[in-house]
């Protein structure tokens, strides 16, 4: 992760970036407008663990235009954030746009807790809205560390079709 850039989307508490940045990236950690404030405090209370790295949070609303700085990150994290249906629509506008519909280098990272039915068939759907723009392949279960692995969660990577199609 050392000198590469991150994006996070839907951060929540920021732990998932703020781990980015104490692996040296520099490190984007976004959410609601309300939640910045908890970003914030939790990114000053660990700032001592970053190192090389760096974690700022801001706001940013699915659907909404991202700032400049936050376009063609090397990687694109979404940890939990297929929850709901109505939000795909707008988290698919910002992941397109963050990625200049998939004509950038970002890699996205996405992981899942598929404890019901109907949150799998959620994930289905938003596969589905992605898969004309990138390739969509599932983190193999034993490459995962056995100490933390559970039978619900469920990561896959995500790299560009056109990409792979101009090559």
């Given at each position: ?20 940045g104490y692996?040296?990236?520099s ?13 914030d405090?939790?990114?000053?209370e ?34 939990n954030?297929?929850y ?12 397109l746009?963050?990625t200049?519909?998939a ?7 996405a ?14 759907r ?9 390739d ?5 279960r034993d ?6 692995l559970q ?9 560009s079709?056109?990409?792979h199609h101009?090559k």
């Open positions: 992760m050392c000198g590469r850039t991150v994006v996070e989307l839907g951060a929540g508490t920021g732990v998932v970036g703020i781990m980015a692996l040296g990236a490190v984007i950690i976004t959410d609601l407008e309300s939640l910045v404030p908890l970003l405090h939790n990114v000053n660990n700032r001592h663990l970053l190192g090389a790295g760096s974690v700022v949070a801001k706001p940013l609303c699915w659907g909404n235009p991202p700032d400049s700085d936050m376009l063609h990150p090397n990687f694109l994290v979404l940890a954030c297929v709901y249906e109505s939000s795909l629509e707008n988290l698919r506008e910002t992941v746009a963050l200049s519909e004509r950038s280098q970002t890699v996205i990272l992981c899942y807790e598929e404890r019901t039915k109907e949150i799998g068939d959620l994930i289905c938003w596969h589905s809205m992605l898969s004309d723009y990138f969509i392949r599932d983190i193999e490459s995962l560390d056995t100490q933390y039978d619900f969660v469920r990561i896959v990577i995500m790299s079709r056109t990409r101009e």
